[in-house]
Nanobody, 126 residues
Framework: QVQLVESGGGLVQAGGSLRLSCAASGRTLSYYYVGWFRQAPGKEREFVAV????????YYADAVKGRFTISRDNAKNTVYLQMNDLKPEDTAVYYC???????????????????WGQGTQVTVSS
């Protein structure tokens, strides 16, 4: 089992930047993907970005493409989400999640992930 802890959320003005961290501990070698999801008040959870741990392939939701970057630091067992040019509509609780399945099918679907962090709040003011 792996444990995930997010950090780095906060309040920022529109156009600003934040970097979220997802620190993993435990049996991290059994996981193939780490994804970021977000959930705004009154809305369903939505996919943001995913990183393939084996090949380093990344994929982004259209809403964040070109503004957000997912990356990792293997030495620190940490996956990051760099968020630039933030907009008020990016306001949400952001969650990282890890997936043991090696197939890329369903990587943008939260239900396919095995382990979730507790979430970190990101608030973007206009």
């Amino acid at each position: 089992q792996v444990q995930l802890v997010e950090s780095g959320g906060g309040l920022v003005q529109a156009g600003g930047s934040l970097r979220l961290s997802c620190a993993a501990s435990g049996r991290t070698l059994s996981y193939y993907y780490v994804g970021w999801f977000r959930q705004a008040p009154g809305k369903e959870r939505e996919f943001v970005a995913v990183l393939s741990l084996s090949g380093g392939v990344t994929y982004y939701a259209d809403a964040v493409k070109g503004r957000f970057t997912i990356s990792r630091d293997n030495a620190k067992n940490t996956v990051y989400l760099q968020m630039n040019d933030l907009k008020p509509e990016d306001t949400a609780v952001y969650y990282c999640a890890a997936r043991t399945g090696s197939s890329p099918f369903g990587v943008i679907t939260g239900a396919s992930y095995d382990t979730w962090g507790q979430g970190t709040q990101v608030t973007v003011s206009s």
